[in-house]
Every structure is written in C-alpha cells, then in structure tokens.
C-alpha cells in the first residue's frame, strides 16, 4: 500500500463535498496522507456544520516538500476563495503543480459544475486536466471492479457523434484501458465494443458499425482480448455482461445510463492516460441536496480506497 499522499480538490464552493467527505471516515480508514486543496476558511465551517472532528493540519504550500507526512493524517493548503468563477482553477493550479514537481501521483477532485465553471471551453474535466498534462490521448473510464465502461465520445451533442466516430479513436480507447488494467489492475481485460447504430445495422450506405469499429476490432483481436460490435440494447443483460470487464461505447449516455442503473453511486471515473492516476467521484455538485445531509458517500468512498491502494 502507497504512502503517497492523496492529493484532493473538493471542487466547487457550493457541493456536496465535504459532506460525503467526512461521511466517508465513519466506516472506513485511509492509510495515505490527504491533502485538501482548498479554503480554508470554508472547511472550518464545513467541518462545524458536519461536527467533523478529526484533527485537519495546516501545511504552506512552500514548505510541503520538507514536510514530514504522516499516514492516516488530513492536511489542507489554503487557497483563499475571491473570485467563484477562478477558485476552482486556483484549486486545480496548485494541485497540478505539485504533481508535477513528484509530490505524488494520486489526486482526487470532486464535483464540478461543467457549465458554470468550464464555460464550455472544455467538453468535462476530464479533457480540461489532460490538456493542462499535454495528453492528446486518453479515456474517461467508469470503474467498477465488476464491470466498467468507457465512452468514445464524451459530453458531445448527439448530433455530433456519428462525425467523430474514426478508426483512430476507437484504437486509441482500447489500446489505453487494456494498457491500464495490466499496469495498474494486473490483469488482461475482456473488452466488449458496442455499434453505434440500433441493433449494429444502419439503413444508410454508409454503416459505422461496419466500416469504421469492425475493422478496428478484428485488427487488434490478436494482440488484445477484445469482442464487438455488440448492439447496445443487448450488450448489458446479466447473461451478456458478466463475460466482459469492460464495456466501450460510442457516446456518453449510451454506457453511463446503464452503469449507473446497475451500480447507481458504486463507480467512480478514473482518467487513463495521465502521468498520474485521477479519479472522481461519477456525479455532480448535486446543489439541491446541500445542507440535508443525505448524500450518499459511497463513491468518494470508492475513490478513496482505490487510490489508497496505489
């Protein structure tokens, strides 16, 4: 088990964080280091409002490297909240920074509020923190240990899909999650593809399914375990998914609404390709539920344990 800190970014002001934060040390023991990234001053009256009263250190930015961390300790960096809509940057700035001076190779952030803080510059974190790591190639990965799914395409409008469906993309995801399960999971994952069209069939000349992921699929069938195309409607049936460890789509709704029917908040969503392992919790900010203390922790809990064993 690493004693790497967990580098963790609670994201927007007004979310649910903190409180599936604390709620996540009531069943369960982190060994790594946790280090918030975060206001300070907000945490104190978090932790009021939670009555959260486990010891939560501070530590200045510039004296963290000689710093002596210890397990199973939660520190905070202050970054003072001025303006809402550069805060969650700030956060995001510092954390980057210090993984790539090797602080460590674990971060977590929590929910962000896509349209708000991105501003549409980004499709989802998931492109705005590989960009800042300068990965042109990389995949967003549902993760459950039973069963996981990966989209192709993530936030884009329907009607966009269909044009960024190509060869090089639909490569690019199996060859980055099959790549990760053997370095980081130790095993060589079964793989299924799903078409893109209903039932893989198309009415058009031109069939997707046919001319662009079949061709990928059979190219790579010796080198990695992969299957497909499988229509979406069948693919997720009991009998169906229990032979796969993962699932890949071609749009975002296509995998995420049945991953979350199955799993409901058991998943979290780890970014492949980085120089390091990011992971989050798979939902939002949920800004109606703050203040009512019902949120349900477990997939910040599922963060927390998998980087912990990394």
Known sequence: MSSNPILIVPGEKKSVFFEIFFKSFKSKFFSSP?????????????????NFNKNIEQIKLDKIFSKKLHKKKIYVIDVRFQEPSEYVFDCFKVAFKLIKKGLTHKMINGPINKTRTLKNKYLGVTEFVAKNFSQNQFAMLIYNKKLSVCPVTTHLPIKLVAKKITKKKVREKI???????????????????????PHCESVLKFNEDIKIISPVIKSLENKINVKGPFPADTIFLKNNRKKFDVIIGMYHDQVLTPIKTIFEYDAINITLGLPFLRVTPDHGPNEKMIGKNISNPISLVRSLEFLDKK
């Open 34 to 50: 946790l280090i918030l990234v975060c206001d300070k001053e907000n945490l104190n009256n978090e932790t009021k409002k939670y």
């Open 175 to 197: 060859v980055i999650i099959n790549d990760f399960y053997k370095k980081f999971l130790r095993f060589k994952p079964r793989i299924a593809v799903i078409g893109l069209n």
